[in-house]
């Protein structure tokens, strides 16, 4: 229900730079993502890498990058996957590189493998896996600006059984200046696979990744929040950071103080009653102003002019003004739609998302955010149809599904809200909104027991999930 801004071994080089005259502005950004699911000495093919893979390579299209996709790619296929990667690197470039498979530590280094990788001793680890610190060396020696690595690669592996009676996981990186690295779980640690076909960590960085106003170092710590409490502490993910400049994953971001205090724009006069939750990486209603605590959740609600609010918004400022010079700006216009919303400001957000629909008509990310920003003026049934649309073109897309128990749960629906909650948990098991909306709807169909213990386990994966629904009218 959330607007949501739609790695074994997970790197990522890349955001954005905030100087509008910056080399990311200018198109010179780059991203090879790789998915390698398929490799011969498993057991059984791994569910997460391809759709992850997918998932971030069409987030980054949308945010700007040149993207370059792999799906299991053999050790030759990699390095000619490298290669192209690094003859591409201008001075200023950003480099995103995405791997999702099977990471080995060795010599305190964490190397990615390719799918037909012969590994049965640590040293044939050195020979068949690409070194993570090596490749953001070479990135960094082609004069790339900006490298990012986003590593999940933290999963038990069949190769280190052979040499060793435990898994390592992956080891600190020594990394170039300009570098922020994450890996989806503590150094030296492993993590079961969780049963879904998207990994945890991939989930909770989408979301940050399309939130609006975010810095990248912002964006990856309040994925370390995301995935820890939805793991309850199962899972904590590690970040290192030697960048020197503010850089975000969405472009025209302007970097902003702190502990920034944004007025709101009041509610509309229909009533708000029933969105389960607000903007990803806001955990408040959007209405509500942060002066943003430890956990970055807005806090502090602010009654200041409307007019003030967006005028003095630069991000707002910036997407106007790209707007300005190409009304036809389909991702400006998504963009903008996004930071209304954020603001509670649902009619411009609606507006803003109708043009970008206007001028492509499938983009399912503005069609599901369209849905549940509907949903919260009470526009009940053009949000179901944004939704049932969103899932025609993309069937299982947990946002929509998410989003459509909304509409469902507040059109008095339950029977068709818990279906639609009980499909979105199939796919994340941990997605605290529909697990939490699935106990309301249950408890409002009769099953009382039931209800209470989906909202008893919902809290205690995020204690602010009663007061999100609250914010909205949802009890």
Not at 75 to 93: E, N, T, V
Not at 384 to 393: G, H, I, M, Q, V
Request: charged share 25%; net charge positive; proline share 6%.
């Amino acid at each position: 229900m959330r607007i949501r801004f739609a790695l074994l071994v997970a790197l990522i080089f890349s955001v954005t730079p905030i100087v509008p005259s910056g080399a990311a502005d200018r198109g010179d950004r780059f991203a090879l993502v790789i998915g390698n699911s398929k490799y011969p000495d498993a057991e059984a093919p791994l569910k997460e890498p391809i759709n992850d893979a997918r998932d971030i390579g069409d987030e980054l299209k949308r945010n700007g990058f040149n993207i370059e996709l792999g799906e299991n790619l053999t050790g030759d296929a990699m390095r000619r996957a490298f290669a192209r990667l690094y003859s591409r690197i201008k001075p200023g470039s950003v480099a995103l590189i995405f791997f999702s498979g099977f990471g080995v530590q060795s010599n305190r280094q964490s190397f990615m493998i390719p799918v037909d990788a012969q590994i049965w001793t640590e040293a044939d680890v050195r020979r068949d896996g690409f070194s993570l610190e090596t490749v953001l060396g070479e990135i960094s020696s082609r004069g790339a600006g900006v490298k990012i690595a986003l590593v999940d690669a933290s999963r038990r592996n069949p190769f280190e059984r052979r040499f060793r009676s435990f898994s390592a996981g992956l080891a600190p990186v020594i990394a170039p200046n300009g570098t922020l690295v994450m890996y989806s779980a503590a150094l030296s640690s492993v993590i079961s696979d969780n049963g879904s076909d998207r990994s945890l960590f991939v989930q909770q960085l989408l979301k940050e990744m399309r939130a609006p106003e975010l810095m990248a170092e912002e964006t990856l710590n309040r994925t370390r929040i995301g995935v820890t409490r939805a793991s309850r502490s199962e899972q904590v993910p590690w970040i290192s950071s030697s960048l020197a400049e503010d850089f975000s994953f969405i472009p025209g971001t302007v970097a902003r103080p702190s502990a920034p205090v944004i007025a709101a724009l009041p509610q509309p006069a229909a009533p708000a009653s029933g969105s389960s939750s607000p903007l990803p990486g806001q955990q408040a209603s959007p209405a509500q102003v942060a002066v943003a605590p430890a956990d970055n959740r807005p806090a502090v609600k602010n009654e200041s002019s409307p007019a003030l609010a967006l005028a003095d918004d630069p991000t707002i400022k910036s997407l106007t003004a790209k707007l300005a010079d190409n009304p036809d700006d389909q991702n400006a216009l998504y963009r903008r739609g996004q930071v209304y919303a954020s603001k509670g400001a649902y009619d411009l957000a609606i507006k803003d998302f109708d043009g970008s629909l206007r001028l492509n008509a499938k983009d399912v990310e503005a069609l599901k955010n369209r849905c549940w920003v509907r949903s919260v003026v009470g526009e009940l049934k053009g949000a179901l149809k944004d939704c049932n649309e969103a899932l025609r073109l993309r069937p299982n897309f947990v946002d929509a599904l998410d989003s459509r128990g909304l509409v469902n749960l507040k059109s008095g629906m339950t029977k068709n809200a818990i279906a639609d909650f009980d499909a979105a948990l199939k796919i994340n098991p941990r997605l605290t909104s529909s697990l939490y909306g699935r106990g309301v709807a249950k408890k409002r169909n009769g099953a009382v027991a039931e209800g209470d213990l989906d909202i008893t386990n919902a809290k205690a994966m995020d204690p602010n999930i009663a007061k999100e629904y609250a914010d909205y009218g949802v009890h």
